[in-house]
T-cell receptor, first 113, second 113 residues
Framework: DAGITQSPRHKVTETGTPVTLRCHQT?????MYWYRQDPGHGLRLIHY???????DKGEVSDGYSVSRSKTEDFLLTLESATSSQTSVYFC????????????FGNGTRLTVT | AQSVTQLDSQVPVFEEAPVELRCNYSSSVSVYLFWYVQYPNQGLQLLLKYLSGSTLVESINGFEAEFNKSQTSFHLRKPSVHISDTAEYFCAVRSNAGNMLTFGGGTRLMVKP
């Protein structure tokens, strides 16, 4: 398995509270991604990073922010969690942008009550 | 913009029967195509990929997929399924000009004894 660790694995939080999810990689890959998985929608890209301090929005970025201060860490922050953000969040990494496959972490299940 | 449609959300099949999971995509540029598999409570794992060359690609566990440019399809097939193939399968497309991997909604393959 690619060296990707997501933390926490499970989290329950209340509406309106801030939440930060962490993704840590040991592969020294340039690209890192945050996806959310919801039934019937597959995986949808939230944000991605193509280098330290270089990030860009995906298709469902509203309500989320990210930061990448080191190659190995990519943080996803929900500034004020809402029930619509209840989901399973996956981090992924890839060596480059085009034909390299993505390698996924095992996910974080977030419940916003 | 690119999109992926997986035509079946669930496919029930008996053990040792053949199966086809359908995937169609749309894109205005050349693409790379992927199939990922997700077992319960795990992240996604790459099953196979089409980058260029032969339009028929195979995985190590007996799955194959054929890239059909004229029909913009990348259907996944296996001639004889096992109980252990029960999982969710995701088709994904990435353009050769972009960073984003776009996923279909997923197909849940349920293999029955």
């Amino acid at each position: 398995d690619a060296g990707i660790t997501q933390s926490p694995r499970h989290k329950v939080t209340e509406t309106g509270t801030p939440v930060t999810l962490r993704c840590h990689q040991t592969e020294n890959h340039r690209y890192m991604y945050w996806y959310r998985q919801d039934p019937g929608h597959g995986l949808r890209l939230i944000h991605y990073s193509y280098g330290v301090k270089d990030t860009d929005k995906g298709e469902v970025s509203d309500g989320y922010s990210v930061s990448r201060s080191k190659t190995e860490d990519f943080l996803l922050t929900l500034e004020s969690a809402t029930s619509s953000q209840t989901s399973v969040y996956f981090c992924a990494i890839s060596r480059d942008s085009n034909n390299s496959p993505l390698h996924f972490g095992n996910g974080t299940r977030l419940t916003v009550t | 913009a690119q999109s992926v449609t997986q035509l079946d959300s669930q496919v029930p099949v008996f053990e040792e029967a053949p199966v086809e999971l359908r995937c169609n995509y749309s894109s205005s540029v050349s693409v790379y195509l992927f199939w990922y598999v997700q077992y319960p409570n795990q992240g996604l794992q790459l099953l196979l990929k089409y980058l260029s060359g032969s339009t028929l690609v195979e995985s190590i566990n007996g799955f194959e997929a054929e890239f059909n440019k004229s029909q913009t399809s990348f259907h996944l097939r296996k001639p004889s399924v096992h109980i252990s193939d029960t999982a969710e399968y995701f088709c994904a497309v990435r353009s050769n000009a972009g960073n984003m991997l776009t996923f279909g909604g997923g197909t849940r393959l349920m293999v029955k004894p």
